[in-house]
């Protein structure tokens, strides 16, 4: 009894998984595939609707800047950039963003306030890290951010379901590259101007004219020295003498 309890549970998962109106996960992705769209097998079938995010008529942008797809954005190291997804044709039920830059971990680099509308994506492992929906309702937009800490080239890979029942499949994705630049005061930043005084740069003095005497140059003052001056005290004296002595002979 309990062997063909197995085999009948066995056949009924395999006939719901082969059923081409298979619903894909209502509560978030199922895969975490990069560099093609991460639907599950139910999406795969003959007849599926499928493109780039602008034949969905979803609108993307990074930063404020809307891309389409291989398009590269820059960024800076450190600084809250926006992601938004917004879809004008038909609402979004699900949606993959996702996050890849070679073996770097980027877990915590996405954030979102959303929480009823959106949730970290746990099919993705480090060092991938990505944002799902958390059910099928219907959106048309979802939004969230991205801080990336260090200089490094991103790979965004957006995934976008409109429809997966019995109707058909309509599933929309891109690709993007994200260049992440050092912030300010990284290796980057603008070297000052050459002529901009530095810190230690030795102030510079200006030349200070010295004033010259303005009074006339034929004459020139003479500063007495003490040798002069006795030669001129011998000269009076012995002149006073010769004077005293012609006045008694002439008496």
Known sequence: MKLRSTFVTTTIVSVLTDLPFVLASPTGASGCTGGTAAVGSGHLRDGAITGSLSDGGITLRIGGIALTGDSTVDITAMEDISITASASDMPMKGILVRLESGETDLTGTLSFDDDALLQDAAVCASPVTGITHTSNVEKTEVAMSMTIPEEMMVTVDVTVVMQNNGDGS??????????????????DAEPAPSDAPGANDAPTVAPVDTPTATGPTDAPVETPTSSGAGAMMIGVSVSSFVLSMASLLWM
């Open 170 to 187: 309509i599933y929309y994705y891109d690709q993007f590259l994200v260049n992440v630049l050092e912030g300010n005061g990284g290796s």
